[in-house]
């Protein structure tokens, strides 16, 4: 009896709750805690953020695999990376942070050289969520009103985090009041060797993209879906990502590194592979999966060492990748993207999945 009721538990894992401080402004925080029989992840109030996940790796030996900080003031100081964030309302950059709609124009703060960022300077990754338990899980809510940041509607977001065995899924919905504009995505830092083992140069990754979104020196899409075939940027085939990244390449060159979107193959709203690491170290494998368009890899290129990790190690450069599932970056300015318009009355649904598996 007590046998059957131990694994009954394993298999359905447990949520558990508890305070993780006072915001600056004396918010109350709050911290889940999601276990399974293969990953424990955490996740808290404060931008909706993935805070640890901890994962064996080939002999068994548990670490956490995503960067971040062991207290709330270290994530509410470092203003720059995004660690674990749901960012929002809009992921990723918006030429001038100007966007056109139904004839009227928008201005979001440019918080990124002359570009908006990631929502802009006060985006959904620096605000407090409500939370609530849900089978396997929890669900956070943010309620972003008319005029925030400067984009249009009310804008209800609802992020459903829920651990199956060995897989992370992320649901997301939004609608709003007011024809308005949404990208909302995740942006942890993996490191499947584990905190404070250094680099990812040496992980393989494989994104499954024939075409790539080229940038301008402010990182804005030029607009051409440009073919991966015969670049730096062909990760059809399972290649280390520190290879090609000082490859004599004038895209590389403009990002430092990898800081692009990849165009995957396959529809948009369909589930489908977008990439797959493996860190030939310890064996660890991040797979994931993702109802979205496109997908910004991210090779942590501007990770300065300016902020420490709960170790006491710098975070610096390539520490962390992001695999950002996402739609491509300053689609409002480019009609032949696929859309991220919202109306009232729609609601706008995607599914991303990180599955953490080990290989000999
Ligand atoms: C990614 C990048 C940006 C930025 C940020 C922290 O989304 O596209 O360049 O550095 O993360």
Request: proline share 4%; aromatic share 8%; net charge negative.
């Given at each position: 009896m007590l046998l059957s009721m131990t694994t009954a538990m394993a298999a359905h894992g447990s949520v558990t709750k508890a305070g993780f401080g006072k915001t600056s402004d004396g918010t109350e925080v709050d911290i889940y805690t999601l276990k399974s029989d293969a990953v424990e992840a955490r996740i808290m109030t404060y931008g909706a953020r993935i805070v640890s996940i901890k994962t064996a790796d080939r002999n068994g030996k548990v670490a956490d695999v995503v960067l971040g900080y062991d207290s709330l003031a270290g994530y509410q100081a470092d203003t720059k990376t995004y660690f674990g964030a749901v960012v929002g309302r809009y992921g990723n950059r918006i030429a001038h942070g100007e966007f056109?709609?139904?004839?009227?124009?928008?201005?979001?703060?440019?918080?990124?050289?002359?570009?908006?960022?990631?929502?802009?300077?006060?985006?959904?990754?620096?605000?407090?969520?409500?939370?609530?338990?849900?089978?396997?899980?929890?669900?956070?809510?943010?309620?972003s009103k008319d005029g925030d940041q400067g984009y249009p509607g009310t804008l209800t977001a609802h992020v459903r985090y829920?651990?199956?065995?060995?897989?992370?899924?992320?649901?997301?919905?939004?609608?709003?009041?007011?024809?308005?504009?949404?990208?909302?995505?995740?942006?942890?830092?993996?490191?499947?060797?584990?905190?404070?083992?250094?680099?990812?140069?040496?992980?393989?990754?494989?994104?499954?993209?024939?075409?790539?979104?080229?940038?301008?020196?402010?990182?804005?899409?030029?607009?051409?879906?440009?073919?991966?075939?015969?670049?730096?940027?062909?990760?059809?085939?399972?290649?280390?990502?520190?290879?090609?990244?000082?490859?004599?390449?004038?895209?590389?060159?403009?990002?430092?590194?990898?800081?692009?979107?990849?165009?995957?193959?396959?529809?948009?709203?369909?589930?489908?592979?977008?990439?797959?690491?493996?860190?030939?170290?310890?064996?660890?494998?991040?797979?994931?999966?993702?109802?979205?368009?496109?997908?910004?890899?991210?090779?942590?290129?501007?990770?300065?060492?300016?902020?420490?990790?709960?170790?006491?190690?710098?975070?610096?450069?390539?520490?962390?990748?992001?695999?950002?599932?996402q739609h491509f970056p300053d689609s409002p300015n480019h009609p032949s993207f696929p859309t991220t318009e919202l109306k009232p009355g729609e609601m706008r649904h995607s599914m991303t999945t990180f599955t953490f598996t080990t290989e000999k």
């Open positions: 056109k709609l139904d004839g009227k124009t928008y201005q979001i703060p440019k918080n990124n050289g002359e570009n908006s960022l990631h929502g802009g300077t006060l985006g959904f990754d620096r605000l407090v969520w409500k939370a609530r338990e849900i089978p396997e899980g929890v669900e956070m809510t943010l309620v829920t651990l199956h065995h060995n897989a992370l899924r992320i649901d997301y919905s939004a609608s709003t009041d007011k024809d308005t504009v949404v990208n909302l995505t995740n942006h942890s830092y993996f490191n499947l060797g584990g905190l404070g083992s250094g680099t990812i140069l040496k992980d393989e990754i494989t994104i499954v993209a024939d075409k790539y979104t080229p940038v301008d020196k402010g990182l804005i899409p030029t607009g051409e879906l440009a073919p991966v075939e015969g670049t730096p940027f062909d990760f059809r085939k399972s290649t280390a990502i520190g290879k090609r990244i000082n490859d004599d390449d004038a895209q590389l060159k403009i990002a430092g590194g990898y800081d692009h979107n990849w165009v995957l193959r396959g529809s948009n709203g369909e589930v489908k592979t977008a990439a797959r690491v493996h860190d030939p170290a310890t064996g660890r494998v991040l797979t994931v999966t993702t109802t979205e368009p496109g997908v910004q890899f991210y090779a942590g290129v501007s990770l300065d060492g300016s902020f420490k990790g709960p170790g006491g190690w710098t975070y610096a450069k390539n520490m962390g990748l992001c695999l950002e599932t």
